[in-house]
């Protein structure tokens, strides 16, 4: 009998260890599609998409640069800010793909949402081949009203031939968000 009460205990605490993984497990998965659901860009009315063509903005550059010129080819939006540690390290990511496709007719713009001298200061360290918009906290009702409810960086839109956005990301980019991109706008 001794032998079956040490067997029944180990029992118990296997089966509560179980229990635990599952509740943690459950709970996570919660947590994850909260987050998921809070965090997921929304869907852009079209006033708020015909304003955004209408915008102009300052380049680093000095130079102005209106919207409304690049509508009609794929353009791929990042709104970025020299603090954010995931923009600036997708950047040479983009910059590379500007790089390489610049030639087949998209076009890439940075939009930071940062102060000018800031912005200024990082590109003279870490140029970049696309232009960069300066937006300020403009950028950030931009990108709102453009789907990012919260306000998170690094947002991209991902806009197509039409003018329409052909998708929306919230977060650092990955090498396959380029990919399927390039092959939405070839297609």
Do not use: Y
């Amino acid at each position: 009998m001794p032998e079956n009460a040490h067997m029944d205990a180990q029992k118990k605490a296997i089966s509560r260890r179980g229990w635990s993984l599952g509740v943690g497990a459950a709970a996570a998965l919660a947590g994850a599609g909260v987050a998921w659901w809070r965090w997921r860009p929304e869907a852009v009315e079209p006033p708020s998409l015909k304003a955004f063509w209408q915008e102009r903005f300052t380049l680093a550059t000095g130079q102005e640069l209106a919207l409304a010129d690049w509508r009609g080819q794929p353009l791929l939006l990042n709104f970025w800010a020299t603090w954010c540690p995931p923009c600036i390290e997708e950047l040479p990511m983009i910059d590379a793909f500007w790089r390489e496709h610049a030639g087949n007719g998209i076009q890439i713009l940075g939009l930071a949402i940062d102060q000018p001298s800031a912005v200024r200061r990082f590109l003279e360290r870490q140029p970049l081949s696309f232009p960069v918009g300066l937006a300020g906290l403009q950028g950030t009702a931009l990108s709102r009203s453009l789907g990012n409810v919260n306000g998170g960086l690094p947002f991209t839109i991902f806009f197509g031939k039409d003018g329409g956005i052909w998708r929306q990301k919230l977060g650092q980019l990955k090498p396959q968000d380029l990919a399927d991109w390039r092959h939405s706008w070839r297609a």
